[in-house]
């Protein structure tokens, strides 16, 4: 399983991250952007070093660039002065990485941070990748795109959800698993979104099927988080870490955010060809 997550990690760290920078119309954050490989890459060197010092500075050098990163999100507020939701949701974005970062710089130093075991935080660091950054700068592009009630449900839900799961890690199980069932919510909002985007005039056929590959993803790994979360608060039976690690995680990572930012590239190249997303 840990060659699983390292590989997922390293989608995010250095595929996931710039990419949805990229479909930000903002020079502060394409700044960051063009800087990022400079962090990213020891970032993904420290998760195939044996854990120690060797592996813990090249993390904590990502973890400087997730910094770079969240002090953004201040910024932006007091530049925009916006509380609209996808704007929330695009703070959240920013701030997300620097979470999987703090959580790897203990996994890989060797550290139980705040009595979690090396597992639990080897598997925050792509969760906060994908559930996180992904998954929120995608509910707040998507929210943009058709600012109605799902939209702005999408964008408020997923980053309380995102929120409330991190919570329930410190509070329990039962809170993790309302958690699961916002986030669940606002990701199957994305999902409907992602589809209804696929059935209008303007996507060509490839981009069709990557936004319709998304969606139904999305809603199929979401059924295995709350499936997850469900059993670990009740009791039931539920898929094991490394099941999950497999299908969820690898479906979140390709299936939905890579595709997603796929499509929404080809779109954003499509109808503004001399720049990227508002």
């Known amino acids: 399983m840990s060659v ?25 954050l394409e700044r960051i952007r063009r800087l990022w490989p400079l962090f990213a890459v020891p970032g993904a060197v420290s998760l195939w070093l044996p854990r120690g010092a ?53 996994e890989r130093w060797g550290h139980e941070l705040f009595g979690f075991g090396l597992g639990i935080l080897a598997l925050t660091v792509p969760h906060f990748h994908f559930a996180g950054f992904a998954a929120a700068l995608i509910a707040g592009l998507v ?9 702005r449900f999408a964008a408020l839900s997923v980053p309380l959800g995102t929120l409330l799961v991190l919570a ?4 329990g199980d039962l809170a993790e698993l309302g958690g699961a069932l916002v986030l669940t919510a606002g990701m199957w909002a994305v999902a409907l979104l992602t589809r209804r985007t696929a059935r209008r005039p303007g996507p060509d056929r490839a981009t069709r099927a990557v936004l319709t590959a998304s969606a139904v993803v999305l809603v199929a790994t979401m059924l295995l988080a709350l499936s997850w979360a469900l059993g670990e608060a009740t009791g039931l039976p539920r898929p094991s870490l ?32 001399e720049g990227r997303t508002a």
């Not at 699983?4 to 502060?28: E, F, R, T, W």
């Not at 943009?144 to 939209?151: E, H, L, N």
Request: proline share 6%; hydrophobic share 55%; glycine share 8%.
């Open 4 to 28: 699983l997550v390292g590989l997922v990690v390293m989608l995010g760290m250095l595929v996931i991250v710039p990419a949805g920078l990229g479909l930000v119309a903002d020079p502060a």
């Open 54 to 106: 060797a592996a813990t500075a090249p993390a904590a050098c990502y973890a400087l660039g997730t910094l770079l990163l969240a002090a953004q999100a201040p910024r932006r507020l007091a530049r925009t002065r916006s509380a609209r939701p996808a704007e929330i949701a695009l703070l959240t974005a920013l701030v997300t990485p620097s979470v999987a970062a703090l959580a790897l710089v203990a």
């Open 143 to 151: 929210c943009r795109a058709d600012d109605g009630r799902a939209g």
């Open 168 to 171: 329930g890690y410190f509070v």
């Open 242 to 273: 490394t099941w999950m690690a497999a299908t969820h995680g690898v479906g979140n990572a390709l299936g939905f955010a890579l595709c997603s930012l796929l499509a929404l590239r080809r779109l954003n190249d499509r109808t503004h060809p």
